[in-house]
Protein backbone atom coordinates (compact mmCIF):
# COMPACT_ATOMS: atom_id res chain seq x y z
CA UNK A 1 0.00 0.00 0.00
CA UNK A 2 1.08 3.47 -0.68
CA UNK A 3 1.76 6.19 1.99
CA UNK A 4 -1.22 8.63 0.52
CA UNK A 5 -3.33 5.44 0.31
CA UNK A 6 -3.26 4.44 3.90
CA UNK A 7 -3.15 8.29 5.05
CA UNK A 8 -6.57 8.73 3.34
CA UNK A 9 -7.67 4.88 4.36
CA UNK A 10 -7.09 6.15 8.02
CA UNK A 11 -8.64 9.80 8.04
CA UNK A 12 -11.79 8.34 6.18
CA UNK A 13 -12.49 5.71 8.64
CA UNK A 14 -11.92 8.30 10.72
CA UNK A 15 -14.47 10.66 9.49
CA UNK A 16 -16.90 7.99 9.01
CA UNK A 17 -17.07 6.94 12.45
CA UNK A 18 -17.35 10.18 14.06
CA UNK A 19 -20.14 11.32 11.32
CA UNK A 20 -22.04 7.90 12.16
CA UNK A 21 -21.25 7.76 16.30
CA UNK A 22 -20.08 11.36 17.08
CA UNK A 23 -16.75 12.88 17.68
CA UNK A 24 -15.76 10.38 21.16
CA UNK A 25 -16.32 7.46 19.23
CA UNK A 26 -12.83 7.43 18.17
CA UNK A 27 -10.20 7.38 20.90
CA UNK A 28 -6.06 7.62 21.31
CA UNK A 29 -3.91 5.88 23.49
CA UNK A 30 -0.14 8.00 23.51
CA UNK A 31 2.27 5.73 25.26
CA UNK A 32 5.41 6.80 27.24
CA UNK A 33 7.91 7.11 24.07
CA UNK A 34 6.02 9.83 22.55
CA UNK A 35 7.61 12.08 25.23
CA UNK A 36 11.16 11.21 24.11
CA UNK A 37 10.94 11.90 20.01
CA UNK A 38 10.38 15.77 19.55
CA UNK A 39 8.21 15.10 16.35
CA UNK A 40 5.41 13.37 18.55
CA UNK A 41 5.66 16.00 21.25
CA UNK A 42 5.01 19.03 18.42
CA UNK A 43 2.68 16.94 16.74
CA UNK A 44 0.58 14.75 18.69
CA UNK A 45 -1.60 17.19 20.15
CA UNK A 46 -2.45 18.73 16.87
CA UNK A 47 -3.81 15.59 15.84
CA UNK A 48 -5.52 15.01 19.18
CA UNK A 49 -7.28 18.43 18.85
CA UNK A 50 -8.11 17.62 15.38
CA UNK A 51 -9.97 14.33 16.72
CA UNK A 52 -12.35 16.55 18.95
CA UNK A 53 -12.66 13.60 21.21
CA UNK A 54 -12.73 13.02 25.15
CA UNK A 55 -11.65 9.86 24.90
CA UNK A 56 -7.97 10.17 25.33
CA UNK A 57 -5.54 8.35 27.22
CA UNK A 58 -1.82 8.33 27.92
CA UNK A 59 0.63 6.29 29.86
CA UNK A 60 0.19 9.71 32.49
CA UNK A 61 -2.14 7.56 34.23
CA UNK A 62 -0.04 4.66 34.74
CA UNK A 63 2.97 6.29 35.52
CA UNK A 64 3.25 10.22 36.93
CA UNK A 65 0.25 11.39 37.54
CA UNK A 66 0.64 11.94 41.08
CA UNK A 67 3.38 13.79 40.61
CA UNK A 68 1.58 16.54 38.04
CA UNK A 69 -1.37 16.87 40.49
CA UNK A 70 1.16 17.51 43.44
CA UNK A 71 3.21 20.30 40.83
CA UNK A 72 -0.75 21.75 39.66
CA UNK A 73 -2.06 21.56 43.60
CA UNK A 74 1.18 23.20 45.29
CA UNK A 75 3.15 25.21 42.05
CA UNK A 76 -0.20 25.87 40.13
CA UNK A 77 1.24 24.23 37.04
CA UNK A 78 0.96 20.42 36.10
CA UNK A 79 4.17 20.07 33.88
CA UNK A 80 6.37 22.18 36.83
CA UNK A 81 8.80 19.18 37.74
CA UNK A 82 11.39 20.25 40.62
CA UNK A 83 14.28 17.77 39.84
CA UNK A 84 17.16 16.52 41.82
CA UNK A 85 20.46 18.76 41.54
CA UNK A 86 22.17 15.40 41.33
CA UNK A 87 26.07 16.95 40.37
CA UNK A 88 25.58 19.49 43.49
CA UNK A 89 24.65 17.03 46.63
CA UNK A 90 25.90 15.22 49.16
CA UNK A 91 22.76 13.51 50.21
CA UNK A 92 20.06 11.62 47.71
CA UNK A 93 17.57 9.62 49.35
CA UNK A 94 15.79 7.63 46.67
CA UNK A 95 11.99 6.37 47.40
CA UNK A 96 10.74 3.68 44.55
CA UNK A 97 13.29 5.24 41.82
CA UNK A 98 15.73 3.18 39.92
CA UNK A 99 17.39 5.28 37.53
CA UNK A 100 20.17 2.70 36.82
CA UNK A 101 17.33 0.80 34.95
CA UNK A 102 15.29 3.81 33.89
CA UNK A 103 17.84 6.76 33.46
CA UNK A 104 15.95 8.74 35.89
CA UNK A 105 12.36 9.18 34.46
CA UNK A 106 11.20 12.83 35.19
CA UNK A 107 14.81 13.61 36.21
CA UNK A 108 16.86 12.08 33.27
CA UNK A 109 20.68 12.90 32.84
CA UNK A 110 23.21 11.25 30.67
CA UNK A 111 25.03 8.39 32.95
CA UNK A 112 23.29 8.97 35.94
CA UNK A 113 24.62 5.85 37.66
CA UNK A 114 28.28 7.94 37.58
CA UNK A 115 26.78 10.40 38.87
CA UNK A 116 25.23 9.00 41.46
CA UNK A 117 28.82 7.50 42.02
CA UNK A 118 30.18 10.71 42.07
CA UNK A 119 27.71 12.17 45.24
CA UNK A 120 29.79 8.80 46.94
CA UNK A 121 33.31 9.82 45.34
CA UNK A 122 32.96 13.08 46.63
CA UNK A 123 31.64 11.97 50.29
CA UNK A 124 28.32 12.03 50.19
CA UNK A 125 25.35 9.13 50.51
CA UNK A 126 22.99 7.69 48.25
CA UNK A 127 20.52 6.14 50.62
CA UNK A 128 17.77 3.77 48.31
CA UNK A 129 14.38 2.17 49.57
CA UNK A 130 12.93 -0.33 47.64
CA UNK A 131 11.13 -3.45 48.26
CA UNK A 132 13.53 -5.32 46.26
CA UNK A 133 17.21 -5.34 45.67
CA UNK A 134 17.21 -3.24 42.37
CA UNK A 135 19.81 -2.69 39.74
CA UNK A 136 20.49 0.67 41.69
CA UNK A 137 21.88 -0.85 45.01
CA UNK A 138 25.09 -1.17 43.49
CA UNK A 139 25.14 3.19 42.95
CA UNK A 140 24.19 3.03 46.72
CA UNK A 141 25.88 3.43 49.96
CA UNK A 142 22.84 2.04 51.76
CA UNK A 143 19.62 0.00 51.01
CA UNK A 144 16.88 -0.15 52.97
CA UNK A 145 13.73 -2.63 52.34
CA UNK A 146 10.34 -1.43 52.92
CA UNK A 147 7.17 -3.14 52.49
CA UNK A 148 5.34 -1.57 49.26
CA UNK A 149 2.90 0.58 49.26
CA UNK A 150 3.72 1.84 52.74
CA UNK A 151 5.68 4.96 51.76
CA UNK A 152 3.44 7.83 52.95
CA UNK A 153 3.23 6.05 56.29
CA UNK A 154 7.04 6.23 56.29
CA UNK A 155 7.10 9.71 54.94
CA UNK A 156 4.86 10.57 57.86
CA UNK A 157 7.32 9.27 60.29
CA UNK A 158 9.89 11.31 58.83
CA UNK A 159 7.94 14.75 59.14
CA UNK A 160 6.89 13.51 62.75
CA UNK A 161 10.38 13.34 63.91
CA UNK A 162 11.66 16.54 61.86
CA UNK A 163 8.74 18.50 64.39
CA UNK A 164 9.19 16.27 67.38
CA UNK A 165 13.14 17.28 67.35
CA UNK A 166 13.15 21.00 66.18
CA UNK A 167 14.33 20.50 63.07
CA UNK A 168 11.99 22.83 60.26
CA UNK A 169 13.77 24.99 58.48
CA UNK A 170 11.83 26.54 55.36
CA UNK A 171 14.34 29.11 54.68
CA UNK A 172 13.63 31.84 51.76
CA UNK A 173 9.81 29.85 51.12
CA UNK A 174 8.71 30.76 54.52
CA UNK A 175 6.70 33.56 53.37
CA UNK A 176 5.11 31.31 50.49
CA UNK A 177 3.87 28.65 52.95
CA UNK A 178 0.48 28.39 54.47
CA UNK A 179 -0.74 25.13 56.40
CA UNK A 180 2.38 23.89 58.50
CA UNK A 181 0.46 23.85 61.42
CA UNK A 182 -1.88 21.50 59.63
CA UNK A 183 1.02 19.47 58.36
CA UNK A 184 2.48 18.81 62.15
CA UNK A 185 -1.18 17.67 63.20
CA UNK A 186 -1.92 15.33 60.20
CA UNK A 187 1.91 13.76 61.01
CA UNK A 188 1.52 13.75 65.21
CA UNK A 189 0.01 10.24 65.02
CA UNK A 190 2.65 8.96 63.34
CA UNK A 191 6.00 8.42 65.53
CA UNK A 192 8.31 6.34 64.15
CA UNK A 193 7.60 3.75 66.18
CA UNK A 194 4.05 3.21 64.93
CA UNK A 195 4.80 3.81 60.86
CA UNK A 196 7.59 1.20 61.71
CA UNK A 197 4.98 -1.90 62.40
CA UNK A 198 3.56 -0.53 58.99
CA UNK A 199 6.65 -0.04 56.97
CA UNK A 200 9.27 -2.85 57.83
CA UNK A 201 11.50 -0.07 58.37
CA UNK A 202 13.36 0.65 62.07
CA UNK A 203 12.29 3.23 64.21
CA UNK A 204 15.86 4.10 64.36
CA UNK A 205 16.56 4.44 60.66
CA UNK A 206 13.26 6.71 60.00
CA UNK A 207 14.34 9.49 62.72
CA UNK A 208 18.29 8.79 61.08
CA UNK A 209 16.70 10.09 57.60
CA UNK A 210 15.08 12.59 59.21
CA UNK A 211 18.39 13.93 61.04
CA UNK A 212 20.33 13.47 57.51
CA UNK A 213 17.99 15.62 55.65
CA UNK A 214 17.43 18.38 58.15
CA UNK A 215 21.10 18.38 58.79
CA UNK A 216 22.43 18.27 55.65
CA UNK A 217 22.85 21.37 53.52
CA UNK A 218 22.76 19.62 49.68
CA UNK A 219 19.98 17.11 50.12
CA UNK A 220 16.59 15.75 48.63
CA UNK A 221 14.32 13.12 49.25
CA UNK A 222 13.28 11.93 45.77
CA UNK A 223 9.98 9.69 44.84
CA UNK A 224 9.78 8.07 41.36
CA UNK A 225 7.05 5.51 40.17
CA UNK A 226 7.16 3.38 43.53
CA UNK A 227 5.86 6.40 45.32
CA UNK A 228 2.97 6.89 41.96
CA UNK A 229 1.74 3.60 41.23
CA UNK A 230 -0.01 2.49 44.55
CA UNK A 231 -2.72 3.02 47.03
CA UNK A 232 -2.05 5.95 48.19
CA UNK A 233 0.48 7.58 45.01
CA UNK A 234 -1.10 11.13 45.41
CA UNK A 235 -0.35 11.25 48.91
CA UNK A 236 2.88 9.73 49.20
CA UNK A 237 4.26 11.98 45.91
CA UNK A 238 3.06 15.36 47.83
CA UNK A 239 4.74 14.29 51.04
CA UNK A 240 7.79 13.85 49.62
CA UNK A 241 7.76 17.71 48.43
CA UNK A 242 6.06 18.43 51.92
CA UNK A 243 9.48 16.97 53.63
CA UNK A 244 12.07 18.97 51.12
CA UNK A 245 9.90 22.29 51.76
CA UNK A 246 10.37 21.84 55.36
CA UNK A 247 13.92 20.87 55.62
CA UNK A 248 14.41 23.93 52.64
CA UNK A 249 15.75 21.38 50.09
CA UNK A 250 13.16 22.78 47.68
CA UNK A 251 14.29 25.05 44.91
CA UNK A 252 17.77 25.72 46.86
CA UNK A 253 20.64 23.88 45.18
CA UNK A 254 21.99 20.71 45.64
CA UNK A 255 18.06 19.60 46.28
CA UNK A 256 15.01 19.88 44.15
CA UNK A 257 15.01 22.59 41.72
CA UNK A 258 12.91 24.06 38.92
CA UNK A 259 15.26 23.92 35.55
CA UNK A 260 15.32 26.24 33.01
CA UNK A 261 15.42 23.91 30.10
CA UNK A 262 15.32 25.12 26.50
CA UNK A 263 12.29 24.35 25.21
CA UNK A 264 9.97 25.30 28.51
CA UNK A 265 6.88 23.71 28.54
CA UNK A 266 5.51 25.69 31.67
CA UNK A 267 6.27 28.83 29.96
CA UNK A 268 4.30 27.39 26.90
CA UNK A 269 1.33 26.53 29.12
CA UNK A 270 1.22 30.16 30.49
CA UNK A 271 1.06 31.16 27.01
CA UNK A 272 -1.75 28.59 26.00
CA UNK A 273 -4.00 28.98 28.81
CA UNK A 274 -2.91 25.21 29.78
CA UNK A 275 -1.62 24.89 33.71
CA UNK A 276 -3.66 22.01 34.27
CA UNK A 277 -7.17 21.08 35.30
CA UNK A 278 -9.01 18.06 36.51
CA UNK A 279 -12.61 16.54 36.76
CA UNK A 280 -14.01 18.81 34.02
CA UNK A 281 -15.91 15.71 33.20
CA UNK A 282 -16.06 11.75 34.17
CA UNK A 283 -15.60 8.47 32.67
CA UNK A 284 -18.55 5.92 32.46
CA UNK A 285 -17.10 4.79 35.58
CA UNK A 286 -17.14 7.81 37.26
CA UNK A 287 -13.58 8.49 37.13
CA UNK A 288 -12.26 12.18 36.48
CA UNK A 289 -10.39 13.24 33.64
CA UNK A 290 -6.95 15.01 34.34
CA UNK A 291 -5.34 17.46 31.87
CA UNK A 292 -7.78 16.35 29.07
CA UNK A 293 -7.28 12.85 29.75
CA UNK A 294 -9.10 9.90 31.61
CA UNK A 295 -7.27 7.61 33.25
CA UNK A 296 -5.89 4.76 30.83
CA UNK A 297 -7.68 1.87 33.60
CA UNK A 298 -10.82 3.14 32.60
CA UNK A 299 -10.03 2.75 28.67
CA UNK A 300 -11.50 -0.82 28.77
CA UNK A 301 -14.89 0.57 30.20
CA UNK A 302 -15.34 3.39 27.42
CA UNK A 303 -14.74 0.39 25.01
CA UNK A 304 -16.96 -1.94 25.86
CA UNK A 305 -20.32 -0.37 28.05
CA UNK A 306 -22.93 1.19 25.74
CA UNK A 307 -23.07 4.71 25.66
CA UNK A 308 -23.23 7.95 22.93
CA UNK A 309 -19.32 8.33 24.24
CA UNK A 310 -18.45 4.14 23.94
CA UNK A 311 -15.35 3.81 21.54
CA UNK A 312 -15.64 2.50 17.82
CA UNK A 313 -12.38 3.27 16.85
CA UNK A 314 -8.67 3.00 18.70
CA UNK A 315 -5.14 4.91 17.67
CA UNK A 316 -2.14 3.90 19.89
CA UNK A 317 0.60 5.53 19.47
CA UNK A 318 3.88 3.87 20.52
CA UNK A 319 2.02 2.55 23.39
CA UNK A 320 1.03 -1.13 24.03
CA UNK A 321 -1.97 -0.51 27.26
CA UNK A 322 -2.56 -4.19 27.37
CA UNK A 323 0.46 -4.77 28.79
CA UNK A 324 0.94 -1.70 30.77
CA UNK A 325 -2.42 -0.38 31.99
CA UNK A 326 -4.31 -2.16 35.05
CA UNK A 327 -6.08 -5.26 34.02
CA UNK A 328 -4.52 -6.03 30.50
CA UNK A 329 -7.03 -9.25 30.03
CA UNK A 330 -10.42 -6.85 30.58
CA UNK A 331 -8.90 -4.46 27.98
CA UNK A 332 -7.51 -7.22 25.84
CA UNK A 333 -10.77 -8.31 25.75
CA UNK A 334 -12.43 -4.66 24.40
Known sequence: ITWNRAFDLVANKIGDIQQQHGKNAVGAYLGNPNTHHHGNILFAPMLLKALRTRNKFSATSNDQLPHMQANLELFGNQYLFPVPDIDHMDLFILLGSNPAASNGSLMSAPDYSARLKKIIKRGGEVILLDPRKTETVKTSTEHLFIKPGTDAFLILGIINTLFNENLIETGRLSSHLEGIAEIQLIS??????????????????????????????????????GTSTQEFGGLATWLVYVVNILTNHMDERGGLMFSKPAADMVELAAWTGQKGHYNRYQSLSGLPEFGGELPASTMADQILLPSDEQIKMMIVMAGNPVLSSPNGQHLDQA
Open 188 to 225: SDFNPEHVSSITGVTAEDIRTLARKLATTPRACLFGRM
